[in-house]
């Protein structure tokens, strides 16, 4: 799964990864009323998130291109295989 999949196809993303874990796909647009969205990540989003999940490409403009270079090299053909190159 890619985070430019989930962010841009959502529901399908979710779904696919449901599948694979063997839960069954969700309604569309289910939330139980009382649940609050939920965020685990632990950054300054924690406390504001809304549920809703968008697009950010900030970082490929924040990396200089040797930032970048050194990403790619490292990360090797798992890039290319998510399409980073």
């Known amino acids: 799964m890619?985070?430019?999949d989930l962010a841009t196809q959502t529901g399908p993303t979710v779904a696919r990864v449901l599948g694979f874990i063997g839960v069954p796909p969700l309604a569309s647009g289910t939330r139980r009323p009382a649940e609050p969205p939920v965020h685990a990540i632990g950054n300054k989003l924690l406390g504001s998130f809304d549920g809703s999940i968008a697009l950010?490409?900030?970082w490929r403009r924040a990396l200089t291109e040797r930032q970048a270079e050194l990403v790619l090299r490292h990360s090797g053909s798992f890039a290319e295989r998510q399409g980073y190159r």
């Open 56 to 58: 950010d490409e900030r």
């Open 2 to 4: 890619r985070y430019e």
